[in-house]
């Protein structure tokens, strides 16, 4: 699975250019991609929509080990 971050360079957008589609700061856009920031609803379709894949391509799955 790609990282939003290879989709976006594939498609050959900016960061910038991104945030600017999206209506967000471009640090903000930032920490999307390094996962430091959840991603509401609305820009998780604005994602989708520019970058032209599904919003579940993007979310990935959270694994966890459990231990005793």
Sequence with gaps: MKT???VRKEKKITQ???AEKLGVAVSTYNM??????????KVASGISNVL???KSDFF??????LSE
């Excluded at 999307?32 to 609803?41: A, D, F, K, V």
């Excluded at 990935?60 to 080990?65: G, Y």
């Design 4 to 6: 939003l971050s290879e």
């Design 16 to 18: 910038l250019e991104m």
């Design 32 to 41: 999307y991609e390094n996962g430091e920031r959840n991603i509401p609803e």
């Design 52 to 54: 032209g894949i599904h």
């Design 60 to 65: 990935v799955p959270i694994t966890f080990t």
